[in-house]
């Protein structure tokens, strides 16, 4: 009898009985969403990364389109930001209407480098939005001054990022406290915890925290929880155009017990990261993640990179035969049909641009990575015999 041998995954989420029993009060209690369950995760989650308000909402990406607005981007202003990333990134600006400019990154980190933000800002500027890629926190306090001294709000993409950590005045601080002026997190199954779909705002604003709110529910000017409880009939109003993006009490209460279960979590994956550190550094021409002295990240993503005579297909393929799933490099928006020159106008002069995107830099560190590298398996539950399987078949892989 042939024995099947498991593939492993490259991701998986962690919940048991907990999740599932927490599911239930909800459902049994007849109130299923923006209900209890919705404000006592937002309280919580504020309470973990340090932030004074947290706001549920249905995933990263309208959390992500509500920052831009809430920061006051406008159709035809531009938003500095990355090619490299999951596209929704660069798609929550593009729903304001505006136009996403994007820098290069540094190979090391995979996240945007400062150092060419300057370059690509002019009088169309409205915000910088960057991306905490894979969970590895980018260069806030470089960022920050760069933003401050041109007078632009920066909002993070935090989608990987919850329990991430920073340096900052000798002290440890939690992605999302936040540093810039919003951060945005994800709770899809492919991020550290998950609620399904889910996502959540933090700032220390109170105006923008109260703008969110009437927007992920329509504009309306009364939330449910008020309406329920009132003695006398009240009529609600549409002050502003809303949207419907809110998280219901199922995610949030799902969300509340993967909250618990987070530092062990990201323990456990900070383990397996210093593991795979280890076995793997002596391998010829491949280069692993590096974290810089003042970033912790929580290893959303464990990403290599490929020696130059490797073929990632055939890597990732000949992996795949054997048992582990993998994926390639983070992908580049710019490079997708979604960003053609046929499909989106970004409506400056192209004599002006030197690529074909408009106002865009050469985007060669992000293309190399997006073809270079790709990303191993890392998940809670995988075991050290697991993780030593795909060590030995990168290893064979590569060294043929
Ligand atoms: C996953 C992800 C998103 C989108 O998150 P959703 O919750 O699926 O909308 C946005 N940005 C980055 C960097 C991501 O990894």
Redesign the pocket.
């Known amino acids: 009898m042939s024995e099947k041998i498991q593939t492993i995954p490259i991701a998986k989420p962690w919940m048991g009985e907990a999740e599932a029993e927490a599911a239930k009060r909800p459902i049994l209690a007849g109130w299923v969403t923006q209900g209890p369950e919705v404000a006592a995760f937002e309280q919580e989650f504020a309470a973990y990364v340090g932030a004074n308000h947290a706001c549920a909402v249905s995933?990263?990406?309208t959390a992500?389109h509500l920052a831009l607005l809430a920061v006051g981007v406008q159709p035809g202003d531009e938003v500095i930001t990355v090619s490299h990333?999951?596209i929704?990134?660069a798609n929550s600006i593009r729903y304001c209407g505006a136009i996403p400019v994007f820098v290069d990154i540094e190979p090391q980190t995979y996240n945007i480098n400062p150092m060419l933000i300057e370059d690509v800002i002019n009088e169309r500027t409205r915000a910088i939005l960057i991306?905490h890629?894979m969970g590895m926190p980018c260069d806030l306090k470089v960022i920050l001054s760069i933003a401050r001294s041109h007078n632009l709000p920066v909002i993070e993409?935090a989608?990987?990022a919850i329990a991430s950590e920073i340096l900052w005045d000798g002290q440890w601080e939690k992605i999302g406290k936040p540093h810039g002026d919003i951060a945005c997190f994800?709770f899809?199954p492919?991020?550290v915890i998950s609620t399904g779909?889910g996502?959540m705002l933090t700032t220390n604003n109170p105006e923008w925290d109260k703008q969110f709110r009437l927007w992920r529910q329509h504009g309306m000017s009364v939330p449910d929880t008020v309406r329920h409880g009132a003695k006398q009939v009240i009529f609600e109003s549409y002050p502003m155009l809303g949207y419907n993006y809110r998280m219901t009490d199922i995610q949030a209460a799902v969300g509340r017990e993967q909250l618990k279960r987070l530092p062990e979590i990201v323990e456990r994956r900070r383990y397996l990261a210093q593991r795979y550190q280890q076995m793997l550094a002596d391998v010829p021409g491949l280069k692993l993640p590096t974290e810089p002295q003042w970033a912790k990240s929580n290893w959303q993503s464990f990403c290599v990179r490929l020696p130059e005579k490797c073929d990632q297909v055939q890597v990732m393929q000949a992996m795949l035969d054997a048992g582990v799933s993998t994926r390639r490099g983070i992908m580049c928006a710019h490079r997708e049909p979604a960003y053609s020159i046929e499909a989106w106008s970004c409506g400056v002069d192209s004599d002006a641009c030197n690529c074909e995107l408009g106002k865009c830099q050469r985007l060669t560190e992000s293309e190399q990575a997006q073809e270079r590298a790709i990303i191993l398996p890392l998940f809670h539950q995988m075991t050290e015999q697991e993780q030593d399987r795909v060590i030995e078949l990168l290893k064979s892989t590569i060294l043929g």
């Open positions: 995933n990263c990406t992500l990333s999951y929704a990134t991306v890629q993409d989608a990987c994800s899809h492919r991020k779909d996502g």
